[in-house]
């Protein structure tokens, strides 16, 4: 049944695969991995050190067999030697660097992109969660977050790889042999069509993959959630084919993926050999003719090799940027999600300003001596209006009941009293002052609400109980326990108010 | 050694190192495969709920039976203890007791969502640990405290126990729960969204949906566990005056706290720590002293407190 949810328009837009790259929401993204500039540079740096030493390699081989053929066994191979176990440590040791550094900016994005995430989450207001799934919000906060810093770290680490070596590379063969290394450049443009080609497809079944992904997670938690309900309506077996359903699809797209990715690397593996082809057969003219000597032959073709190698990879993390965009996009979108209920500029200010020693910090952090309401009116997003037109007054130790029939507004009205949601139409005053005048903290903390279903967190009894207080002692606990007639039944379990695991 | 021979040697070797750049990655990957596969297997290795039990195959009386039922959670004092009782086939009866006294513990047996340690509870003439979880269930209409909507249209909600229901079986069963007026308001009717994302109901219109959606089973045994706590009294009247007409003469078992639910019930049953305290209807037990007295005295109490208390004004909101 959730199924159609993610197909709403707002949601949409996720799955058509954006034509271009903003960049805008990249460097965004970046400024995470600018946080760690240490890190950043050094993984930069050990990427640059890897493509340097694998370029170097083959040139090391081609001095060596050249002077095979220029000295015969006079050759001075200590020199040579010394220079390629340099090189050698230095691949070693970037080789370590990258993962050391690509796995620790990883792990610092995607840990800092989920406590801004989650904290963000709990800043924001009722009505946020009102209209978007839980599956939809969990997978953002797992697989996107981890997703998007994976991208981030091997994305930097291949890129600047990927360059280094293209243009070391390029440099080198056009230095050694202008021409054939023109014909070995000029496969590039091909290549470069062919990939995008290929690499849109596998973009776009690889999204229908985190589609359902994120649909599946919400089909998790539905049915967690209902399992009770499940169960007593004999639900099983049709949530399971509803749920095949779902992995089925994932299934298919999987394949799709998987086949798309098939066909294309071998297709840039042909193009590779055909151009060391090309190169084996021009090169092998020239050679002959003695127009290049055998080392640089020898050392073209291993560059020629390399070549394509980085096009791949470049290529991959091109697509999975498109395709992550807006992944990225609603990761940031989340993390930078303003609440409508949050404290005024006028509020902060007041908060802001220092205080004399001993005063509350909050003028408004006072007992609540009036509650007044005035002409409120309230109306969900998008539906009818639930409150009109509301007067009342209530004073300080008075007690209140609210009745009606269900749907009357009973519940509305308490959520505007605490502001989950804040009046569409007339205002709320507290002692007198409009209670957006209030910090939420003041406000919130003089009020103790007791919702319809009450939710327990993990923990203790003591502790949930202490939920509202948390500096409150042992005794206080008894106490408020007591007064809610709930002591007798907390000690009745063996482990009192320590039993835990709810 | 020839240059060639050299150079396809050198070829090779770098082809070695090649799959070593992905090694990092790899064993960081099977690593975390290894955890993954640890905690699947957690999952899976769990004893699944056994469904191979005989299957009911005609529709139930409706009688249950329990015989000296205990039941306690794993490492807890018990909830139920010896508890026997019999209600007919037809009959209507209110279970009532302190919060903990075991009356969702009760209806969790007998929907067999738990296995009793000691005793027997039988529906009909059928020992209910012989029967399959999944006919008991069937022939059964739970309406549970918490009611949970799934993702999804009202029609979809309501069907989810009899798929083929037709706008009309609906229709009949969100009168008789008094919320067709509230369906009529909604901008979609029947086909508006509830759930996630859905529009947002009330408590009490949560848990009358919740009932429509049981009755539309039409079931053998029709349980309401505190179904109607969030539903306004005279909304409540009107319901169980309909739930009379729809469901006379087939079982029902209502679980409740207010007097006003369970007074009209043909017997009223009084749990106290996992036993019976009191059975009989509500003027008897009314004018017996125990526990269901003084339950009346203190609502009854209440009651007269807001008639005293209201002032000539009706300064009641």
Known sequence: ?502 | MTIGTLFAFITYEGMIIWPIRHMGRVLTDSGKAVVALKRMAEILSEPEESNLEQALTAPLNGQIKLDSVTFHHPGNPPVLSNLSLTIAAGETVALVGAPGAGKSTLIQLLLRLYDPQQGALWVDDFDLSQLSRKSVRAQMGVVLQESFLFAGSIADNLRIGQTQASLADMTEAVTTANLLGTIQALPNGFEALVGERGVTLSGGQRQRLAIARALLKDPAILILDDALSAVDTDTESQILTNLRRVRANRTTVIVAHRLSTVMQADRIIVLDHGEVAQIGTHETLSQTPGIYRKLCELQGQVQRDIQQSRTPEGNLL
């Open chain 1, 1 to 502: 049944m959730s199924d159609a949810f993610y197909d709403d328009d707002n949601f949409s837009d996720e799955f058509t695969p954006d034509k271009d790259l903003k960049l805008g929401v990249w460097t965004q993204l970046l400024t995470y991995a600018r946080r760690y500039p240490k890190d950043l540079v050094l993984l930069a740096l050990c990427a640059v050190v890897v493509g340097i030493a694998e370029i170097s390699f083959p040139l090391v081989t081609r001095w060596v067999i050249d002077d095979i053929g220029l000295y015969g066994q006079d050759i001075d191979l200590l020199g040579y030697g010394a220079l390629y176990g340099v090189l050698c440590v230095a691949l070693g040791t970037a080789v370590l660097g990258f993962l050391w550094f690509g796995g620790k900016l990883r792990s610092h994005m995607s840990h800092d992109i989920r406590r801004d995430g989650f904290a963000n989450l709990q800043r924001l207001s009722f009505a946020y969660y009102d209209e978007r799934p839980v599956g939809w919000l969990m997978a953002r906060m797992t697989s996107d977050c981890e997703r998007l810093s994976n991208i981030m770290a091997w994305g930097i680490l291949d890129l600047f790889w990927s360059f280094t070596i293209m243009l070391g590379i390029s440099g080198a063969m056009l230095i050694m042999e202008p021409v054939l290394g023109l014909i070995i450049l000029l496969s590039l443009p091909l290549l470069a069509i062919i990939s995008r080609y290929f690499q849109t497809r596998i973009l776009r079944s690889a999204r229908e993959v985190r589609q359902t992904n994120s649909r599946i997670t919400g089909a998790y938690n539905e049915n967690i959630m209902g399992v009770l309900t499940s169960k007593v309506f004999v639900k099983e077996a049709d949530n399971l084919n509803k749920f095949g359903r779902l992995t089925d699809r994932m299934h298919a797209a999987s394949i799709t993926n998987a086949v798309q990715a098939a066909i294309y690397l071998p297709i840039v593996l042909t193009l590779s050999a055909l151009a060391t082809g090309i190169a084996l057969v021009v090169g092998g003219i020239e050679s002959a003719w003695g127009l290049i000597s055998t080392g640089t032959l020898i050392a073209f073709l291993t560059y020629t090799r390399h070549f394509f190698e980085p096009i791949e990879q470049l290529a991959h993390w091109f697509a999975e940027m498109q395709m992550a965009q807006a992944s990225a996009e609603r990761v940031i979108s989340l993390i930078q999600a303003e609440p409508d209920i949050q404290d005024s500029q006028a509020v902060l200010d007041r908060l802001a300003q220092p205080t004399t020693r001993g005063a509350e910090p909050d003028a408004f952090n006072q007992p609540i001596e009036r509650i007044t309401f005035e002409g409120v009116g309230f109306r969900y997003n998008t539906g009818k209006p639930v409150l009109h037109n509301i007067d009342l007054a209530i004073q300080r130790g008075q007690s209140v009941a609210v009745v009606g029939a269900t749907g009357g507004g009973k519940t509305t009205l308490i959520s505007l009293l605490a502001r989950f949601y804040e009046p569409t139409a007339g205002r709320i005053l507290i002692n007198d002052v409009d209670y957006r005048d209030w910090s939420l903290q003041a406000l919130q903390s003089n009020l103790g609400v007791v919702l319809q279903s009450s939710h327990l967190f993990a923990g203790t009894i003591a502790d949930n109980i202490r939920y509202g207080d948390l500096s409150a002692d042992q005794d206080q606990i008894l106490v408020a326990a007591k007064q809610a007639g709930a002591h007798d039944v907390i000690i009745a379990m063996p482990l009192g108010y320590e039993t835990g695991d709810w």
